[in-house]
């Protein structure tokens, strides 16, 4: 099966107030279609891992490789149109821009790529919405639904490039129980229907466990 994202020898320190190895040597792979965790105690390095993987850092050694490509070394503007192209983000706020519809909010990343027509990108986000069962809600506010339901409209919003992958920094740490089993729900789904990859941070042994596979951090460096 193939890679979508691999890491290789990731090494990352802070070098203020003092220096600090962060990331140690970190290597592994995910697989096309393949649903991971990462967990971890709080501090151990899952979220400044989840940067340098989302490309969003640039600051560490060792290499990363974006559907068998290197993207070690590359401009600010080549990754932001990288992470756009290929990476969607579901935070555990969503940061939807509460004065715009959900439809409007869903179209952003692909009016920020530029590749489709207006009428193109209405017609796919429509489709995103109903896939989530969420296209009732596509002219209203985004500040007047759901907690719920705008983490679903995030994933919709991640979902419109048509990623190779989606990156989860705790995606349902914000969700009630039957809300966090519908977002993993429609995980599985992605991951099994669609072969999306996704590696999600979490610190829900319930929702880690019913992943593929879990990469179990501990002080910098992966145990498992
Ligand atoms: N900008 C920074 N400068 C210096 N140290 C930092 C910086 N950001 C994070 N750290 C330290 O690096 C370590 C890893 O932080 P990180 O946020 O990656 O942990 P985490 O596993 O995501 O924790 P949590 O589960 O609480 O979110 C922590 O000890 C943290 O205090």
Redesign the pocket.
Known sequence: MSIVLEAKHINKY?K?PVM?H?LKDINFQIKKGEFVSIM??????????LYILSTMDTDYEGELFLNNKLITNQSREHLSYLRNKHIGFVFQFHYLLSEFSVLENVMLPAKKLAKKSHQEIEHDAMEKLKMLNIDHLALKRASRISGGEKQRVAIARALINNPSIIMGDEPTGNLDSHNAENVFNIFERLSNEQGLSLLV?T?DGDFAKKTDRIIQ?EDGKIMT
């Not at 971890?40 to 899952?46: A, E, I, L, P, V």
Request: charged share 20%.
């Open positions: 802070f203020k600090f962060v971890g105690k709080s501090g151990c390095g899952k979220s400044t891992l941070v610190h951090m």
